[in-house]
Every structure is written in C-alpha cells, then in structure tokens.
C-alpha cells in the first residue's frame, strides 16, 4: 500500500495524541500540514517560525519517536514554514528538523521588521535596524519613590529579588494584588526600571491588559494574531498591569495563556498585578489562575498612619514644597485607604492655597478634604480623634488606650470617646474596641460621664470647648 504523507502524519498524530495533554495537541499538532512524503523524508507545513521553534524546543523527542516509528531509524522531518511579508506573498522555507535553536542557524532569522510593519506595533520604536521596544515604563514611579512600609515589604522584597535575577528567582510570575491605588502600578514600572538599570540587555514590556486587549483585538481585524503573539514572545520581561481586566475574555486569555506559556519555558520573567486576590478572580480561566500560582502571589494592603505620612512627606520633598507637619499628619489621618487619593489631596490642597493665595493650613486642608476628597470617610477618624485628644494632654496613644486608672487618662479617654460618638458614624462597640479594647457600656458611661462633667466641672468644660474648636470646622 502506498503510503502518502497525511497517513503519515495521521499515524503519527494517533501517537502523539496519546503521550500529550489535549490542549497541547489542539494548540501545537492540529495546525501542523503533512505536505510531502520523499524517501523516508516527511515535509510538514506549518503558520510560523515561532510555532516551529515552539515544537523544536518542546516536542521534538515526541516527533521523533512518532517518525521514527512510521518511517524507520532513516525518518527525517522537514518543516516548510510560512513566512508573511508586506511585501510579497506569504512564502516559506524548509528547515530540517534538528533540535536546534533557530537563532543558532544565521540563514533563518525572524523577519521581525517584516512582521512589526504589518503589525502596526506602537511599541515599536521605528527606523531602527535591531528592533527596540520602548519599555513603556514611567521613571517616576522607581523604587527610591516607592516607601516601604509593613502593608507592601513582602512585595517589595519580592519585585526586588526579581529585578535582580529576572526569571531566576521561584518568584515568576510575580503576581502583586491589592486595592485601588495600593501601588500595583508603581511597583511593577519599579520593577521594570530596576531591571532595565542592573540588566540593559533585556528587554523589558510594561502594558495594561487593557491595552493588551486592544491591541489583540486589533490583530484580528487586521489578520495579524501572529504577529501579535510573536511580539510578546520576544521580550525578556513581561509587565502585565490589572489582569483582572481578562475575566471573561476568553480569547484574550487564550492568546495570554499561549504568550505565557512561551515566556515562562523559555526562563523569561513575568510579572502582573490584580486588584483582587487570584480566589476571587472570577471569569478567570483555572488553567491561567493555576499558572498564576506557579509563582509568588503577593498582596499590598492599606498602608499604616507611619507609611502614609512619609508617603507624603517623600512627595513634597520631591517636589520642593514645604508644608507643615500637622498638615500632613491631618491628611494622613484623614485618608487611610487609599495613597492615589492622599496624593490627590495634598495635590488638591497645593492647588487651592496658591489660587487662592491661602496659607496652607490644617483648616485649609479640612476644607479641601470636605469638598473634594470623594469616597473617604468625610467625618474625622476615630485615629484623628484620640490623636488631637493626646496631644492635648500631652499624652501617648499607647497610655491612652491602656487600662490605667488614672484620672487624667481616664477623662483623656472618656472625652476621646465622647467626641468619637459626637463626630463619626461609629457604633458604640467600635469606639470602645478601638479605644483599647472597652465595650459598648464603657463607651456610653464615658459620654454620660462628659456631659455630667461638663455641666458641673468648670475645667473640664474648657477642655471640651477647646477641644471642639479643634474638630469643627472653621
Ligand atoms: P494601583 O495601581 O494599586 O491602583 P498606583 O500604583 O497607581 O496604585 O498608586 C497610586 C499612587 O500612589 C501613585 O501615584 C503611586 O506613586 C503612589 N504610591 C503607592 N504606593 C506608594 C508607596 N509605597 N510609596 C510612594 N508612593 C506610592
Ligand atoms: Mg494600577
């Protein structure tokens, strides 16, 4: 019986099939072409250089035997490869089956201009002969601006080893997650920049998944999905900002799992951020959140009052401006969540007192926060409250919220309490729980204590007084 290259290549799939997972098979075998069968010498076509490098690199001890089996110990490979080019019609060449990286052999490099003209790359720089990619990477946002604090050392540390040894750390991909302007964002350009600094010769991709998806999106009303995978499969280290924006997008994650698989076999570095934990990904393919956990995921949480207020300090000394440091401790007290909306307030505040030519004070600052700062507690924090109540006795938090019977303290305590019940939203239980772990009895002894005292003891009633002019606004 005659054998023809498709019996071949069938016989060849069957073995193959049975030693590979599906996915893979769909992914790398089902787009392959038998084409030609000469002597023991089978000709397979297939859609790009990379797709064949992907085979040399991953499967060629599978084919080998496949082949070797239907052709005998003289059966040879032969891959006729498609080549797209703006200029000419997509042509191909045959490269033997050798194990060998392509770039070891000087005769088939990648057309890469070819492809970046057809695939209108923005992040390819044009003109130049060896293609360069321009990091994208914002040099603001360093890691000598990024202040370390207890909500972001494991990160930190983490991205640091990465910049170090890209890929050579366990940490890859390196997933940071956290909130809304936690410093996803600022850390991995950090990372990307500490890398570009110890390691010039990688090259180094920053892109929001956003973008990503547009792009890829682009590519295939272009026809240019190829194109598309083999730019991302070039770079050293990949940046990839809120892959939350991939939930549900299946061919994005699709094209992102292929993209990433590359990378990762071939020891590059992958980095990406989430604002929520890779559990509550959903709409997340489990092949890519099981991938995501190959590595380090690693959270950014709220940044404690220490962290904030050198935040800001680190910010106004960068940008040569002085402000008071009460001022700066009133906005660290005031917005705890969120450093993007601190940064926004102080930025706010410098706006309004050079329009306004004010002085740039804590009641300024109020003022800002109350007409401007949207989704912060407008109320003055429970933190701020016992804050402004220590130093008016001239006391430490610690005394304050420790169990001390000492009269002093405990008016201190009972008129932090009070004005907590006064001014915020908060429940009885949760004033006293922050107020050095009291119950809600406690709390409501305290402000009936306040308004007694306040009734009968002339001091104390000043202490009141002076102390609401600290609060109310002006
Ligand atoms: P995310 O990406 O998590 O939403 P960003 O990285 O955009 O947050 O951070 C918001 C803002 O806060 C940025 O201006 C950033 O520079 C600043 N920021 C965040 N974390 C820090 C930090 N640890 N030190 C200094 N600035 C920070
Ligand atoms: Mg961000």
């Not at 498609?82 to 057309?111: F, G, M």
């Not at 990477?137 to 202040?147: G, T, V």
């Not at 904030?308 to 000394?317: Q, S």
């Not at 908060?426 to 009291?438: E, Y």
Request: proline share 3%; with cysteine; aromatic share 10%.
């Amino acid at each position: 019986m005659q054998l023809t290259p498709e019996k071949v290549w069938n016989e060849c799939l069957s073995f193959i099939k049975d030693n590979i997972n599906e996915q893979s098979y769909e992914t790398w075998f089902l787009p392959i072409k038998p084409i030609k069968l000469k002597k023991s010498i089978l000709t397979v076509e297939v859609p790009s250089k990379f797709f064949y490098e992907w085979l040399e690199e991953n499967y060629i001890d599978l084919i080998k035997t496949a082949i070797k089996k239907e052709l005998g110990s003289d059966g040879k490979l032969l891959y006729n490869i498609i080549l797209n080019s703006d200029q000419k019609a997509p042509y191909s060449v045959e490269i033997p089956s050798v194990n060998q990286k392509i770039k070891s052999n000087p005769n088939h490099s990648i057309p890469i201009q070819a492809l970046d003209r057809k695939f209108k790359n923005p992040f390819v720089i044009p003109g130049l002969k060896k293609v360069q990619i321009n990091s994208q990477l914002n040099i603001n946002y360093s890691f000598d601006n990024f202040i370390e604090g207890s909500c972001n050392r494991l990160a930190r540390s983490a991205g640091f080893a990465v910049a170090q040894t890209p890929a050579g750390t366990s940490f890859n991909p390196l997933l940071i997650y956290g909130g809304v302007g936690l410093g996803k964002t600022h850390l991995a350009h950090a990372i990307g920049i500490k890398i570009k600094e110890l390691h010039p010769e990688k090259t180094v991709l920053y892109v929001s998944a956003e973008k990503f998806t547009q792009q890829f999106i682009e590519s295939i009303r272009n026809n240019t999905r190829n194109d598309f995978s083999h730019f991302y499969q070039m770079v050293d280290v990949l940046i990839i900002d809120d892959v939350q924006f991939f939930s549900s997008k299946e061919k994005t994650q699709d094209i992102f799992f292929h993209i990433f698989n590359h990378l990762h076999q071939n020891n590059k570095q992958i980095i990406l951020t989430s604002d929520r934990a890779p559990v509550d990904l959903s709409g997340m393919e489990q092949r890519l959140l099981s991938r995501f956990k190959w590595g380090l995921s690693a959270d950014l949480q709220q940044p404690d009052l220490e962290t904030r207020i050198a935040i800001l300090k680190k910010k106004i000394y960068t940008d040569g401006i002085d402000i008071a440091h009460e001022v700066l401790e009133y906005l660290a007290y005031s917005i705890s969540t969120n450093i993007r909306e601190l940064e926004g307030a102080l930025i706010s505040l410098l706006a309004q007192a050079s329009l306004n030519k004010k002085e740039i004070s804590i009641a300024l600052a109020r003022e800002m926060i109350d007409r401007f700062v949207k989704n912060t507690t407008r109320e003055v924090s429970i933190d701020y409250i016992q804050k402004v109540v220590c130093d008016y006795f001239d006391l430490s938090i610690d005394t304050l919220k420790s169990k001390t019977r000492k009269r002093n303290i405990v008016q201190a305590r009972q008129l932090a309490m009070y004005f907590s019940k006064q001014l915020t939203k908060s429940s009885l239980a949760n004033i006293g729980a922050r107020c050095g772990g009291k119950d809600h009895a406690t709390v409501l002894h305290a402000c009936k204590t306040v308004n007694n005292l306040v009734d009968t003891d002339k001091d104390f009633r000043q202490y009141v007084q002076e102390l609401e002019k600290k609060f109310t606004l002006p």
